[in-house]
């Protein structure tokens, strides 16, 4: 059993060591992890896009005749954006 000075000792952390120890631990992404997952998300922003259109062109004669009032601009302003994020989040995945 260590000694109770000793267990003092090793949890005794002074705030200055702390952000020293803070500063010293920056984390950064090995080359291939960054285009792994800078192409993961601008593959799954170009995908949701090509079968979001896709599926719009599809299903536009039944999403007209509905009775909802999200016709097809609004719909095909809402797979743009979040094709768009995905995109632009592979991007910034790829510098930062």
């Known amino acids: 059993m260590p000694s109770s000075s000793n267990e003092t000792e090793r949890w005794d952390v002074q705030p200055k060591d702390a952000k020293r120890m803070l500063a010293e631990e920056s ?34 004669k039944t999403i007209m005749q509905s009775a909802t009032k999200y016709k097809m ?15 632009g989040m592979g991007i910034w995945r790829a510098f930062n």
């Open 27 to 60: 984390y950064d992404d090995c080359l291939s992890c960054r285009i792994t997952g800078s192409a993961a998300f601008i593959g799954l922003g170009v995908y949701s896009y090509w079968t979001g259109m896709s599926n719009l062109r599809k299903q536009e």
């Open 73 to 87: 601009g609004s719909r095909r302003l809402g797979i743009a954006t979040i094709s768009a994020t995905l995109v």
